[in-house]
């Protein structure tokens, strides 16, 4: 009798460890269906699909992997309202420019007869995907609430700003290429260009929106090429036109413009400055190591180091971002001589990581600088030993 009771007793722990263990899965709300597949679930059970459109080497596609979709209101969310799926839009390059995938990641909330109710684009936390999701079941597309903050920004330029920008990226998500481009302008010619707050987007974010336009509407890549030629002869006179002419050319992918601008300024124009940071790759291509080292200045290099290791950027990303960014700074200074800036940046990026990757894009520098010396100098990281955990028995 005892050995049976012991027996059901140890069948029971066994149990209640076996439903612990399944219970600390991660759980998903993603199946593994072919599209067509997903859409003929989604008409039998009287949901919608939905598709995390993704790159492996996305950013903000896996902060949505390791925060928003581990949600477990996320999660209930969508397994009770769709067929959810992940699709990498490089592997499913058709069906990604059927739902006019152009940024990462694409979220799309599809019909079952394959009809596209609305995407959102961009990287949200759990209970702002919960809200817009929510809103869109509910006929509040993006194009919808972007119109109604248009209407309700009135004589508030910072609100008509982001307005029509917003309204702008919907509307290119929705495939209305020459309204997307006047509202897109807009914000270039007057919007942004007259509020110090869109500076530093106006010649990012927003011209990278007009060049992803431009890779299918030509007349976007034209307005662009309108702007960089009338800059060309004011940006020698003027930082914000000289910032603006490189930023234009670089949207455009012709770099080798504001290159050659470089080259004709003279030794002494204030402008090389701020076109030298901005063919800083070509330049060190080239092998043009003072010129390069100008351009990015080592004080300059370390204020963006430290800004990037403490940002919210995964780790992996930014291990890979900082390495780059560090190797190329390394062999501007290497190959300028400046070989003292160069062992303290080696030392405050091994002090970060010194990973075979990041020693792997260090070498690769410091090689073509031609002082692989540089790296035989540096100390190995200090090692901290780890304590045994508590009871155990060294062997």
């Not at 219970?23 to 008409?43: G, I």
């Not at 972007?146 to 008509?160: H, P, S, T």
């Not at 092998?287 to 390069?292: G, N």
């Not at 501007?332 to 080696?346: F, H, I, V």
Request: glycine share 6%; proline share 5%.
């Amino acid at each position: 009798m005892r050995i049976q009771t012991k027996h059901r007793l140890l069948v029971l722990q066994f149990l209640i460890t076996t439903a612990m263990v399944v219970a600390e899965v991660p759980q998903t709300a993603f199946q593994s269906l072919r599209f067509e597949a997903a859409l003929k679930q989604a008409e039998l059970e009287r949901k919608i699909v939905f598709a995390d459109f993704y790159t492996t080497w996305c950013g903000p596609c896996k902060k949505l992997d390791q925060e928003t979709w581990k949600d477990p209101a996320v999660i209930s969310l969508l397994r009770e309202k769709t067929i959810a799926l992940r699709i990498d839009a490089e592997k499913e390059p058709e069906l990604a420019s059927r739902f006019k995938v152009n940024a990462y990641p694409t979220l799309a909330l599809i019909r079952p007869d394959g009809t596209l109710i609305d995407s959102l684009v961009g990287y949200r936390d759990a209970p702002t995907f919960s809200k817009e999701f929510a809103a869109i079941l509910a006929g509040k597309t993006q194009f919808a609430l972007a119109r109604e903050a248009l209407e309700k920004a009135g004589a508030d330029v910072e609100k008509q700003v982001k307005a029509r920008y917003d309204l702008g990226r919907v509307l290119a998500q929705k495939g209305d290429d020459a309204g997307s481009l006047k509202e897109f302008l807009w914000c270039f010619d007057d919007g942004m260009k007259n509020h110090p707050a869109y500076a530093g987007v106006r010649v990012s974010f927003l011209l990278n929106d007009l060049a992803r336009l431009g890779a299918h509407y030509p007349p976007a890549l034209d307005a662009l090429r309108v702007r960089r030629d009338a800059d060309r002869t004011r940006f020698a006179d003027d930082r914000s036109v000289a910032l603006e002419f490189g930023s234009l050319n670089h949207a455009l992918g012709e770099d080798q413009v504001t290159l050659a601008a470089f080259d004709q300024l003279p030794a002494d124009n204030v402008q090389r400055e701020v076109l030298g940071h901005q063919v800083f790759d070509l330049l060190l291509a080239a092998k043009r190591y003072p010129e390069a080292a100008a351009a990015s200045p080592f004080a300059e290099y370390t204020a963006h180091f430290d800004m990037v290791r403490a940002s919210k950027i995964p780790d992996d990303a930014k291990r890979r971002f900082l390495a780059d960014l560090a190797g190329k700074e390394l062999e501007a200074l290497a190959g300028a001589g400046k070989l003292d800036n160069a062992r303290e940046l080696l030392k405050g990026l091994f002090e970060y990581d010194h990973s075979e990757a990041t020693v792997s894009v260090v070498q690769e520098h410091v090689k073509r600088a031609g002082h692989p010396e540089l790296l035989l100098q540096q100390p190995p990281p200090a090692v901290t030993p780890v304590a045994p955990p508590s009871g155990a028995v060294g062997l």
